[in-house]
């Protein structure tokens, strides 16, 4: 193969009109491509774990105030819908999900090289810049990740297949709290900062070795036609209405909008919750602690993972995010070991709802799939807002207090969990993707409509039936005279 064939044979672009069965992918067939998009998963729950830590240590080392350190979450957060809604969304209706896997690492890359001068320059206005620069490119990753687990295999799956890959998220964000204990806060505050420089260092070198093997990789890419195809054969037939009214669509990212917002302020003011409430912790401890609790959140996801093989999703959803509410609330009054185990508790509860609300928000939607995709995903913009309302309340009143406004939006996240369980017309999408067959039996016959394994399994079938009828002679028979 020349140099020219290899990179036709690895061209970006993908029309979108063209079936390439990539949605009626058989668990076998998907294990790869899932396999590389969930170590994007892995990355961004790093990142975001990195940056809880972060919050607390630039409180200490640049002697700002908890509301003003939300920035962070700002700057991240707020970048998340210039990219679903902006560059990444346009990138992948027109390129599709291996250029926007690409695209997102390259921002990932160049956003943690330009934080480490403004590291050097204790520049917090300069690192949230840069920080804004990789949440461009982890929001461009999301638009694209998330929609590509939940299509990527069979239908009836695609929750369990989310909150799996999403619990290598859960395990970045374990990963990184420990290191920060470790790094950030067991140092002085001049080595501290030189210890985080080489902690983007390494990010950056090694997103853009992955976006390298993105490049080489061959993975199916899933187009429009693709996901009509599968939202007919379901029946789901959501994708028949104008984009403009897949009102499920934007509740769904309304949801994610108050949920988001709630997960990301109880995990940003952790540390300070257990310093507030625990006379005796130390930002090293606590940042263990918040460790501990993120692996209760990991926990969450393979446990909801496991439940969801026997319990439909849009149930196990339901009572995940209604426990949420119960034990935050108590959260707000309480101090020492009974408030920071509420805590362990609604982080364990919060585990599964971030990717079900993706996977039963994209339900149906056929064709609108990759621009619906964006909508979900920029609903993770209330991270940008609900920490800022949280840092306030927690300097006029403290953190306990403070939890107070993670619990209301906790109940407007509540409303589609909801909706999606009583009202028939989300319930009945989302129970058409649980009962399908579609990717169970091999790819389906564009001619017949009939899976081709199921044919092979009839044509075995009629061949078994065939050998066991008597053999016909073909001599004539004697005319007796």
């Not at 607390?56 to 970048?79: E, P």
């Not at 849009?314 to 426990?323: G, N, P, Y």
């Not at 406004?405 to 009583?422: D, E, K, Q, S």
């Amino acid at each position: 193969m020349g140099f020219k064939d290899f990179v036709r044979s690895r061209s970006l672009k993908v029309k979108d009109s063209k079936r390439t069965k990539a949605a009626e992918l058989t668990l076998r067939e998907s294990i790869y491509p899932i396999a590389l998009v969930t170590v994007l998963f892995f990355l961004w729950g790093f990142s975001y774990g990195l940056l809880d830590t972060l919050n607390k240590h630039f409180q200490n080392t640049l002697n700002i105030t908890k509301a003003r350190s939300a920035g962070l979450q700002g700057a991240y957060f707020g970048a998340y819908p210039l990219a679903s809604l902006g560059h990444a969304n346009w990138i992948l209706r027109h390129y599709g999900y291996r250029a926007t896997f690409m695209w997102g690492l390259f921002l990932y890359g160049v956003g943690a090289f330009i934080a480490i001068p403004c590291i050097k320059a204790h520049s917090f206005g300069g690192f949230c810049a840069a920080i804004a620069i990789v949440g461009s490119g982890l929001g461009s990753l999301e638009t694209a990740a998330n929609p590509y687990i939940t299509v990527c295999g069979p239908p009836k799956y695609s929750e369990i297949r989310i909150n799996i890959s999403q619990a290598f998220n859960g395990i970045g964000t374990v990963i990184a709290p420990v290191l920060g204990s470790y790094v950030f806060f067991a140092f002085s505050d001049e080595k501290a900062i030189q210890n985080v420089q080489w902690v983007y260092v390494a990010i950056g070198i090694f997103v853009f070795l992955l976006a390298l093997a993105f490049f080489l990789s061959r993975i199916p890419e899933i187009t429009d036609a693709d996901m009509a195809f599968q939202a007919n054969e379901t029946h789901a037939n959501a994708d028949d209405k104008p984009f403009w009214k897949q009102y499920r669509l934007f509740h769904a990212a309304a949801a994610q909008f108050c949920y988001t917002g709630a997960q990301v302020a109880i995990a940003s003011y952790f540390i300070n919750y257990v310093r507030d409430t625990q006379s005796w912790s130390t930002d090293s401890s606590a940042a263990r602690f918040l460790s501990g609790a993120q692996g209760a959140f990991a926990f969450g996801r393979f446990f909801g993972s496991f439940v969801m093989n026997y319990v439909r999703p849009r149930w196990v959803f339901l009572a995940f995010l209604t426990s949420c509410i119960v034990f935050i609330a108590p959260a707000t009054t309480q101090d020492g070991w009974t408030g920071m185990s509420l805590l362990y508790v609604v982080l364990f509860f919060e585990s599964i709802c971030f990717p079900t609300i993706v996977a039963l928000g994209m339900r149906g939607l056929g064709r609108h799939t990759k621009r619906g995709s964006g909508w979900i995903v920029a609903g993770v913009s209330g991270g940008a807002v609900v920490p800022p309302l949280t840092g306030v309340a927690a300097d006029a009143h403290g953190t306990g207090k403070a939890m107070v406004v993670p619990l209301v939006f906790f109940i407007g996240a509540l409303t589609y969990a909801v909706a999606v369980n009583f009202v028939p017309a989300y319930r009945n999408t989302a129970d058409a993707f649980s009962t399908t067959d579609l990717g169970m039996g091999g790819h389906v016959d564009e001619e017949t409509g009939v899976s081709e394994k199921i044919a092979d399994e009839k044509l075995g079938d009629v061949e078994h039936v065939g050998n066991d009828l008597p053999a016909y002679s073909e001599q004539p028979r004697a005319i007796s005279s």
